[in-house]
C-alpha cells in the first residue's frame, strides 16, 4: 500500500510538471433545446482500452464503476482524480485502492487535467457537483464543477485526441406532470428547473458544441435517480436509512407524492460499461429502469423493509421548485446495446441497500451529524 501510495504522488508530480508518460448536435425549435443524435460517426466508443481516467470516481456512482471494473475488466488500468470534496471518501475505494492509481486533485486544474488525459484512453467524467438542495444555497460550486471542469477535460481531449464518456441526468429534462404517461427519451426538450440541473445541461451542450465543432469522439449518458452502497447519507434513500438506525423518523418532503425512477448503481454503471465498449460515438443514450415510485412509498418500505411501521415518519418543508416525476425511456439503449437491468424489483434492491448500510456503519456515521445539522437548520 505504501508502494502504490508512493507511486501515485510520482505520478501526480510527474503530471504536474508535464512529464506525464504519453506523448447531438444541439437542435433549435420553436419549443426550445432537444436532444438527437450528434454527428454519429459509425465508430464504437472504446476500441482496445487499456487504460481509463475515472473523474470523480472516490463519488457514490463513481467509485460503484471503479468497484465494478476491477471484477469485470481486471486488464484495463484505472486511474482516479477525485478533488475529496465533501461527497468524496476514500473509504469508498477499499478493495481496489491498491490495484488503481489515485490522485486527489480538481478538474478545474488545467495542468493537472491535460497530463491526466494525455497518459489514458478513455475519459468516463462523473466528477460533478449533484445535489438540488445544496444548488440552491450556493449555485457557484456547481457552475464551476459542472460548467469549467467539463470544459477543461473537453480541451484536454480535443488536443490528445482521447475519447470521452459523459455522466450526465435525467434532470436536465425538467419534469413531467404525475399522470401524464409520457417518459424522457433522447429526443425530449430541455428544460432544467435548478442551478444543478441547469449546469449540467449546460456541460452536456459542452459535449455536443465540441463533437460537432472539433470531431471529439464522445458519448454521452443521461441516467435516472441512483440508489445503493456508498451513497452519501445527504442523500433521499440514505438519509432514510441511517436515520431509522439512529432511532430516529425518516424524513419526508411536503406530501411526499413526487416520483421518481429509481435504478441501483450497478445497472447504471453496468449500462455505461455497455456504451463505452459497443456504444456509438457522438450518441446519447437515456439509463432506465422502469423503477417509477413516489417518495412516500419509498419511505413506507424502507420502514416496513427495517421492522417499522409504514406510517412512522415526519413530514418536512418541501424543496422549493420540487420537479414532480422524472421517468425514463431507455428503449434505444436496450435494442443498440443489449442492455437489461439487473434488479428489475425495487425492492431486492432496496433490501440489499438497507443491509449495507447496516454492515458499515463506519463509512458513514462520520457522515451523519453534520448532514442533519444541515437539514435542521433548512427545516428539513
Known amino acids: ?21 504519453a506523448d447531438r448536435i444541439s437542435q433549435r425549435s420553436d419549443s426550445g433545446i432537444s436532444e438527437g443524435s450528434v454527428l454519429s460517426t459509425g465508430q464504437n466508443q472504446v476500441g482496445a482500452v487499456r487504460k481509463l481516467l475515472v473523474t470523480g470516481g472516490a463519488g457514490f456512482i463513481g467509485s460503484n464503476f471503479v468497484h465494478m471494473l476491477r471484477h469485470d475488466r481486471p486488464d484495463w488500468q484505472i486511474t482516479v482524480i477525485d478533488k475529496m470534496g465533501y461527497a468524496g471518501n476514500k473509504a469508498s475505494l477499499d478493495g481496489v485502492m491498491k490495484d488503481i492509481s489515485f490522485v486527489e486533485g480538481d478538474i478545474c486544474n488545467e495542468e493537472l487535467i491535460d497530463g491526466l488525459v494525455a497518459d489514458c484512453d478513455l475519459v468516463v467524467h462523473f466528477a460533478a457537483e449533484s445535489h438540488n438542495d445544496n444548488s440552491l444555497n450556493n449555485p457557484w460550486p456547481f457552475v464551476e464543477s459542472n460548467l469549467l471542469g467539463t470544459y477543461r477535460i473537453l480541451e484536454a481531449v480535443r488536443k490528445h485526441s482521447k475519447k470521452l464518456h459523459h455522466i450526465s441526468t435525467d434532470e436536465v429534462y425538467g419534469d413531467l406532470e404525475l399522470n401524464d404517461p409520457a417518459k424522457f427519451n433522447e429526443s425530449t426538450r430541455y428544460n432544467p428547473s435548478s442551478p444543478y440541473s441547469s449546469t449540467k445541461a449546460g456541460s452536456d451542450m459542452l459535449v455536443h458544441a465540441w463533437v460537432r465543432s472539433f470531431g471529439i469522439h464522445a458519448t454521452i449518458s443521461n441516467c435516472s435517480n441512483n440508489y445503493g452502497p456508498r451513497q452519501h447519507v445527504e442523500k433521499f434513500i440514505p438519509r432514510q436509512i441511517t436515520e431509522v438506525l439512529e432511532g430516529r423518523k425518516p424524513k419526508l418532503y411536503g406530501t411526499g407524492e413526487q416520483v421518481r425512477d429509481w435504478i441501483h448503481v450497478d445497472d447504471h ?29 419509498v419511505v413506507e418500505l424502507i ?7 409504514a406510517s412512522d415518519y415526519d413530514h418536512v418543508n418541501d424543496r422549493p421548485g420540487h420537479d414532480m416525476r422524472y421517468a425514463i425511456d431507455s428503449t434505444k439503449l436496450q435494442n443498440e446495446l443489449g442492455w437489461q437491468p439487473k434488479y428489475t424489483n425495487f425492492a431486492d434492491g432496496l433490501k440489499a441497500t438497507v443491509e449495507w448500510y447496516k454492515e458499515n456503519e463506519s463509512w ?17
Open 364 to 380: 458513514w456515521k462520520p457522515l451523519k451529524a453534520e448532514t442533519e445539522a444541515k437539514y435542521k437548520k433548512a427545516g428539513q
Open 1 to 21: 500500500m505504501v508502494e502504490a501510495q508512493g507511486a501515485n504522488e510520482k505520478r501526480k508530480r510527474d503530471v504536474l510538471s508535464g512529464t506525464s508518460s
Open 303 to 309: 420502514l416496513k423493509g427495517m421492522g417499522k411501521e
Open 269 to 297: 454503471n453496468s449500462a455505461v460499461l455497455a456504451i463505452i465498449e459497443n456504444g456509438q460515438s457522438g450518441n446519447v443514450y437515456l439509463i432506465g429502469a422502469d423503477g417509477e415510485k413516489d417518495n412516500k412509498s
